[in-house]
């Protein structure tokens, strides 16, 4: 408990211009120098986005559909949170360099801060992004439940935060961006989190064609029912139930929360929806990309 007291609800420190965990920003220089190699498959997001949901798919892909092969292990082993780094409770560079490959690594980190190792090795990226409003709420409620995090405040002063990019791993509007971006230079797979939900297997034929895999009708039908949100919530080594409770309290809120397109609406005042569409526009004016505030 003491030791958690000196771990947990710590303030964000600067990395490079990005507010990160403490313990990270600490460990930088394992983060900064992570070996990725040309097999590894890197599922790369905002916080809050759909890496869980992506992560499963991809594990069901790499064991040709069998459950019981995804059921042998949580997703956070499954698939490492690389840059993740506290005390005595993870590690993910550490993880990953024991782990066979081909790997499996999921990362927050905007385009900048990846390790330029991931760039030099060529590997396949995949990028999920979800609607600034959803992830705002979704990751409200992250906060509230994980405790690496710092407090969130009330629901008002936690979206001014977001706003400004005074959140765990920076602006969203950055991370979207930049990522979209990079997408020119380097084989990325660009998904939505909006478009997953609309047409789950649509956006499971873009995965596996990109991972050149083939997979019989059977096996997409399976992998769809697997990794359907019902499923997936009841799902010991999907839903994070397996984390110790001092750093993961789902009797705050469930990781596995609500899984659907535009429940910001049911959090948004009216006067917090024009203000938050006004800076929206301001931040995204350059941009191509495109968001679905719902489906
Ligand atoms: S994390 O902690 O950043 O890695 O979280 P992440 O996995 O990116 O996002 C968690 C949100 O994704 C929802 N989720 C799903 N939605 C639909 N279908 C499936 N299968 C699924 N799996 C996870 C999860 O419920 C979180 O969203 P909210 O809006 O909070 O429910």
Aim: proline share 5%; with cysteine; hydrophobic share 40%.
């Amino acid at each position: 408990m003491e030791l958690n007291e000196n771990i947990l609800r710590r303030q964000l420190v600067d990395v490079h211009g990005v507010p990160l965990f403490w313990s990270i920003a600490e460990e930088w220089a394992q983060v900064e120098t992570f070996q990725a190699k040309q097999d590894d498959l890197l599922i790369a997001t905002y916080p809050k986005s759909g890496t869980t949901w992506v992560s499963e798919i991809v594990d069901m892909l790499y064991n040709d559909g069998d459950v019981e092969k995804c059921k042998r292990d949580t997703i956070f082993n499954r698939v490492p949170f690389m840059e993740l780094i506290i005390p005595g409770k993870a590690n993910g560079v550490a993880q990953l360099i024991k782990m066979p490959s081909p790997r499996l690594v999921k990362t927050h980190l905007p385009v900048q801060l990846l390790p330029k190792t991931f760039w030099e090795s060529g590997c396949k990226i995949i990028y999920v992004a979800r609607n600034a409003k959803d992830v705002a709420v979704s990751y409200y409620y992250f906060y509230q439940m994980a405790k690496m995090h710092p407090e969130p405040g009330t629901w008002d002063e936690f979206l001014e935060k977001f706003v400004a990019g005074e959140v765990a791993f920076g602006s969203w509007y950055d991370h979207v961006k930049g990522w979209w971006e990079k997408k020119k230079s380097h084989p990325i797979l660009y998904l939505f989190y909006e478009d997953m939900k609309e047409d789950p297997k649509r956006e499971l034929e873009k995965v596996t064609q990109f991972l050149g895999k083939e997979v019989s009708e059977e096996v997409v039908d399976r992998i769809l029912h697997h990794t359907s949100f019902q499923e997936m919530q009841k799902n010991p080594t999907s839903n994070y139930k397996m984390m110790p409770t001092s750093d993961m309290d789902h009797s705050v809120s469930p990781f596995m929360r609500k899984g659907i397109a535009g429940d910001w609406k049911n959090h948004f005042t009216v006067a917090q929806n024009e203000r938050f569409d006004e800076e929206y526009a301001e931040k995204m004016k350059e941009s191509t990309l495109l968001f679905r505030m719902e489906i």
